[in-house]
């Protein structure tokens, strides 16, 4: 392919997309916008049901999509949807989303090496399985674009979430080392850290039931976003070449203050933490 065609042209638009952890949630509205923007998805999840759905559901929107099942924690079938994608689009892939994640919640020592591996296989290992089976299609076609779903939650360090901020800090690590990394390639990448966004995150996870009730109507009520906002802010940014996309103002202030003053951070969240009905 020419360089100079990725060079110049918006990611997200007339392009051949992947988009993982579909089937719902903030997956679900990346394949929707981007169907909106003249681009074929290729949507993976591990429930195949809920993949076809969101499919479905774009290409009642007139776009065209596939749906395929895969566990983004198992190498052997990533590298299996980027040969698959390619041949069902008949076209090489030009964006990859690695969204599939899961929700982990619980005290440190309380959390069972099973669930630390469980964490790490789809929110960590998913991404570097995209990356790494999708990087090199990317340099050998002149150029292409990555979005990593991280959160908020990977500088925010919040008590209680150690094996979700340590996965998803690993992923805004990589997502940063491969911005720069890839640029002389042509290959944009951007990183998505938002805080509560409506998914099925909290239901499908592992979170304890004293903080499930509790975490289910932060999200209805105090989410100052929704899925479809996010997809769109992301893809836009991406488009624009930027690196991260915070899309709301608390994950922003977080961010201010972390960078500011970490140590006081830290304090002041060691501080509130005493105040928590444990």
Not at 3 to 9: A, C, D, G, V
Not at 15 to 33: C, D, M, N, P
Not at 63 to 83: F, N, S, T
Not at 111 to 119: E, G, I, T
Request: with cysteine; net charge positive.
């Amino acid at each position: 392919m020419n360089i100079l065609k990725f060079r110049s042209r918006k990611s997200s638009h007339n392009g051949y997309a992947v988009v993982t952890g579909a089937g719902s949630g903030i997956g679900r509205s990346f394949a929707l916008e981007l169907a909106k923007r003249n681009t074929a998805v290729v949507c993976a999840d591990l429930n195949k049901e809920n993949a076809e759905k969101t499919a479905e559901l774009v290409e009642q929107a007139g776009g065209v999509a596939y749906a395929i099942a895969c566990d983004v924690g198992k190498a052997a079938q990533v590298k299996r949807l980027a040969e698959r994608s390619e041949k069902l689009l008949g076209h090489p892939v030009t964006l990859l989303v690695n969204n599939a994640g899961v929700g982990i919640g619980g005290k440190f020592d309380e959390l069972s090496l099973q669930d630390w591996k469980w964490a790490m296989d789809v929110n960590l290992w998913g991404v570097v399985h995209g990356c790494h089976y999708f990087t090199p299609r990317f340099k050998e076609q002149g150029g292409g674009a990555i979005i990593n779903v991280a959160s908020a939650a990977s500088y925010t360090a919040a008590p209680e979430m150690s094996a979700y901020n340590v996965t998803k800090a690993g992923v805004r690590a990589l997502s940063e080392t491969l911005y720069a990394e890839l640029k002389r390639d042509n290959i944009r990448v951007n990183v998505l850290c938002p805080t509560l966004v409506p998914t099925n995150i909290i239901k499908d996870g592992r979170i304890p039931d004293r903080y499930a009730k509790l975490a289910d109507h932060a999200l209805m009520n105090y989410a100052m976003t929704s899925s479809e906002s996010v997809a769109k802010l992301t893809l836009n940014r991406l488009d624009k070449g930027e690196l991260y996309t915070t899309p709301q103002v608390d994950a922003k202030l977080f961010w201010v203050m972390k960078r500011v003053s970490p140590n006081l951070y830290a304090d002041l969240l060691g501080f509130s933490y005493r105040f928590v009905k444990h």
